[in-house]
């Protein structure tokens, strides 16, 4: 799955390309609530794995792991709740520890990043490479927060994606993921509508 095609003159991954369809089509289902969101995602996460691998993007392909494990997980939790799921909005303290999850975490898995030279970032000059690792982590930890949020139907997940998309999308680009640059703007359209799609359906609930 490592093999390229050229696009007016750049190389492209067909892993990255099949990966990020089936990423884009997770949130297309996400938006239906169907729990055709994890099996799809799981198989996403597999094909955008070699792909970061073969980009040598380390930091990037772990989350792809990360994605798996709670791509189980999700499939698990939804599927428990029956035909329809039901969403919600976040309590107060779920929203700090959200927030105070991504905060922490990216300072942890920064750090951790840094040190151990898992990170693409690590080995760019520095002060530069600060930001990159810095990067890496945030998308790493946010992506985790933003996916159990969602295993566990809060409506609040979309906005954590709002947010790691605001550095995904430079940072794809910025690392030659061309496919995965593009794809990344068009998840950020795609995520408002599943905000407001998933907010209308908690005013139906009440």
Do not use: C
């Not at 999700?74 to 035909?83: L, M, N, P």
């Amino acid at each position: 799955m490592n093999a390229t095609f050229e696009v007016f003159g750049t190389p492209v991954l067909w892993s990255d390309l099949i990966g990020n369809v089936l990423a884009l089509a997770t949130v297309l289902f996400a938006i239906r609530r169907s729990l055709w969101t994890w099996p799809v995602q799981l198989t996403a996460s597999v094909l955008l794995l070699t792909a970061s691998l073969d980009a040598g993007l380390i930091g990037n392909a772990l989350k792809q792991v990360m994605f798996g494990v709670l791509a189980v997980y999700g499939w698990v939790r939804w599927k428990s709740q029956g035909e329809q799921l039901a969403v919600r909005t976040a309590t107060p303290a779920e929203r700090l520890f959200l927030t105070g999850t991504v905060v922490a975490g990216t300072a942890l898995v920064g750090w951790f990043f840094f040190v151990t030279g898992l990170s693409w970032g690590a080995h760019a000059p520095l002060p530069e490479g600060y930001f990159l690792v810095a990067a890496d982590a945030y998308i790493f930890v946010g992506s985790a927060v933003a996916t159990w949020a969602q295993g566990r139907a809060l409506t609040d997940f979309w906005l954590v994606w709002i947010a790691v998309d605001l550095v995904g999308v430079p940072l794809a680009f910025r690392s030659g993921l061309v496919v995965s640059g593009a794809v990344y703007a068009v998840f950020f359209v795609l995520v408002l509508t599943g905000f407001v799609n998933w907010r209308k359906q908690e005013a139906v609930a009440v």
